[in-house]
């Protein structure tokens, strides 16, 4: 049990625990002690010598961030000869280099430059080395300027021990050291995935983003707090605003476990790349669009559902909702469909992969619901991981880097079964890639496999579907899969091994269309004893930012697709709620362009509005509010952190108001 230490630092008893290093201490007791190397939540290493300190009985000077604390020490942090030492040490910092405030995109930012002014440090009484270094700009979003470096090795310790990369480290000898990504290759040409942690841990200007540089420091702009909304993960973020415009996104909470961002949060919301809609729009009968007020808009929409639903009942009208949309506005969306209109055809843009889950969940266990999967951050607790028909590093970058964490800390055995090429490369032990299409039969194979083996705990499936499985002829299903037994055997051995295994699949699995894939998935955590507690270690990667809060609310329906024709009923007309998802698929608007009357309420022009007949504008992810469910099913809030512009709603609101438009519309029709 860890226990309680006593010190003296300064001349003030002060109190510690067991483990602790004198900076932890001081940081404890408020007592300040220099620090540019150190940072809370990774290893020390004390490389830059700022933090030394002077301990009784010692005959040097040490550094507090790696010396442990123990009980009776007697420290001092602040004498003359240490003052003297750390303002020599950062003359030689800015002498080592190039590091020329003015130029730089980090001035006001940058802690070399905060502790020269608190050290009034106004000359160098050394010469200038001066050398010249690679500017490294090949990466999209982040510049490494060696220059400005100060080898601290911050960036190198993030990429390891939080993120998981391993990218970066030190390489080169003497004045010419650098931080090089994997063998001295360009950023843009190595192994990084443009998490961008390396650059917010960074100290000085040698790591920054081509997206923010020179646009304002956190001093001059507006940081608000909200939530990711790209995939789902609910990752927390500082939205840093200036003028009404986007200019950085930071981690809150860089270090700490769930901490860290990805490519597609801190940098690819930061670019609009389409088109914006600003005002609603009508078009005629030759395609052509013109602007028009939001009562003209608005009326339009009422009169012709009202119409719709008159002539060809409510069935003929069906309602699509993007899952990026907020549970508000997705409520609203599902009232004026369901309960103003009458229709029960709804949808959300991934229902086929809503349908393909639930169905699958159900075909599982009858009482099973999508809260049978297990929290996201369960990864970073597995010592295997099994990944079918996922990219996590494309699809959930996070939830990648969860992954790499567990290889690094847990030393987990990663499996991928999946066509595509292994996200995940080297660290991969057991790579099964079948033929395209092969997916299922490789799956039920791999059970098979477990079963004939004599592995795994088979009286969780009952009697039945171990008989099932147990039928399955496995070097024929590997031959017709092109894959080789022995992988298979690889694969249940070290799956069933395993104290604590998770699988993770995603839209690999999601376009098959097989709800009985997802039910060998959760057969597959039965049998290898990894379902606790009326929880599965299986996380389903959800193809959208809010699709869970989606099919909860009931938006996607659980039979089929809102353009689906069943029975008589022809769609006459469709209200398609974008939000701020870019839509191009061209199944989709091939469905609809059979459709005599749509609606397109979104953010963005598209292949979508180009068939629209009115077009409603949408805030962007950055000028709404309200609350999202994680794929996990936690509920968080998220903030606006700009303003829409002039004349955009929210989206409830601009729903809500459709609503009461068509009850009095159908009223006066009934009338």
């Not at 802690?111 to 090949?138: G, I, K, N």
């Not at 841990?201 to 920054?208: E, M, N, R, S, V």
């Not at 619901?369 to 607790?381: G, K, R, W, Y």
């Not at 949408?618 to 000028?623: G, L, R, Y």
């Amino acid at each position: 049990m860890t226990g309680e230490i006593n010190l003296t630092i300064n001349g003030q008893l002060v109190k510690g625990t067991e483990g602790d290093t004198i900076l932890t201490v001081c940081r404890k007791n408020g007592i300040y002690v220099p620090t540019l190397c150190h940072l809370e939540g990774l290893s020390d290493v004390g490389s830059c010598r700022l933090c030394v300190v002077e301990i009784e009985g010692e005959r040097r000077i040490n550094p507090a961030c790696t010396y442990p604390a123990r009980e009776g020490l007697v420290v001092r942090t602040s004498t003359d000869k240490l003052e003297k030492y750390r303002r020599m040490i950062l003359e030689l910092m800015f002498t080592e280099r190039n590091h020329l405030c003015a130029f730089c995109a980090a001035s006001g930012e940058c802690e070399l430059q905060a502790m020269a002014y608190r050290y009034q440090m106004d000359h160098v009484r050394y010469p200038y080395s001066w050398p010249s270094l690679t500017v490294d700009p090949v990466n999209p979003y982040i510049i490494i300027d060696h220059n400005r470096c100060i080898l601290c090795g911050r960036c190198i310790r993030i990429c390891a021990e939080i993120v998981g990369n391993h990218t970066l480290d030190f390489g080169r000898r003497g004045w010419k050291t650098m931080v090089c990504a994997d063998l001295n290759q360009p950023l843009g040409e190595s192994s990084c995935i443009s998490c961008g942690a390396c650059l917010q841990a960074c100290p000085t200007g040698a790591i920054f983003s081509k997206t923010d540089a020179y646009r304002g420091n956190a001093a001059n702009c507006q940081t608000v707090r909200t939530v990711c909304s790209q995939c789902g993960l609910g990752c927390e973020i500082d939205v840093l605003t200036r003028d009404q415009g986007l200019v950085r996104i930071d981690s809150p909470n860089l270090t700490v476990p769930g901490g860290q961002l990805c490519v597609k949060g801190r940098f690819e919301q930061l670019y609009e790349k389409h088109e914006r809609i600003l005002t609603p729009a009508i078009s005629n009968t030759r395609g052509e669009f013109r602007n028009v007020s939001w009562v003209e808009a608005a009326n339009r929409i009422a009169r012709a559902l009202s119409d719709v639903k008159k002539r060809y009942g409510p069935e003929s009208i069906a309602g699509i909702a993007s899952s990026r949309a907020t549970n508000e506005s997705l409520r609203a969306f599902s009232g004026l469909l369901r309960e103003v209109i009458g229709t029960s055809r709804l949808d959300s843009l991934d229902g086929d992969a809503f349908r393909t889950a639930v169905k699958g969940i159900t075909a599982a266990g009858a009482s099973l619901t999508l809260s049978v999967e297990a929290p996201i951050n369960e990864i970073l607790q597995a010592d295997c991981i099994l990944i079918v028909g996922a990219e996590p590093l494309k699809s959930h970058p996070v939830a990648g880097s969860y992954i790499l964490q567990a290889t690094s800390r847990n030393r987990a055995q990663l499996i991928t079964l999946d066509s595509r090429p292994d996200p995940f490369h080297y660290r991969t032990p057991v790579q099964i890639r079948p033929k395209p299409g092969a997916l299922e039969r490789t799956l039920k194979a791999l059970i098979a496999s477990i079963i004939q083996k004599g592995l795994g705990k088979p009286e969780a499936l009952g009697a039945a579907l171990t008989s099932y499985y147990a039928s399955i002829d496995v070097n024929s299903a590997s031959q017709l899969s092109g894959i080789v037994p022995k992988d298979l055997e690889n694969a249940a051995a070290v799956l069933t091994a395993a104290k604590h295994a998770v699988i993770i699949y995603g839209d690999g699995v999601f376009d098959t269309r097989s709800p009985s894939m997802i039910a060998d998935l959760l057969n597959l955590a039965a049998i290898t004893g990894n379902i606790r507690d009326g929880k599965a270690s299986i996380i389903g990667l959800k193809p959208n930012g809010n699709s869970r809060g989606a099919w909860e609310i009931g938006i996607a329906h659980i039979e089929h697709g809102a353009l689906e024709e069943t029975g008589q009923e022809k769609i006459k007309a469709a209200y398609v709620f974008a939000a701020d998802e870019y839509v191009d698929s061209q199944d989709l608007i091939a469905r609809l362009k059979k459709v005599n009357f749509v609606v397109v309420q979104t953010s963005y022009a598209s292949p979508l509005t180009e068939i629209a007949s009115v077009v409603l504008p949408a805030p962007t992810w950055a000028e709404r509010g309200g609350s999202y469910t994680t794929l996990d099913g936690r509920r968080v809030k998220s903030n606006p952190v700009l303003r829409s512009p002039s004349g955009i709603s929210d989206d409830a609101a601009v729903i809500n108001d459709i609503a009461l438009r068509l009850s009095k519309a159908l009223r006066k029709a009934r009338a």
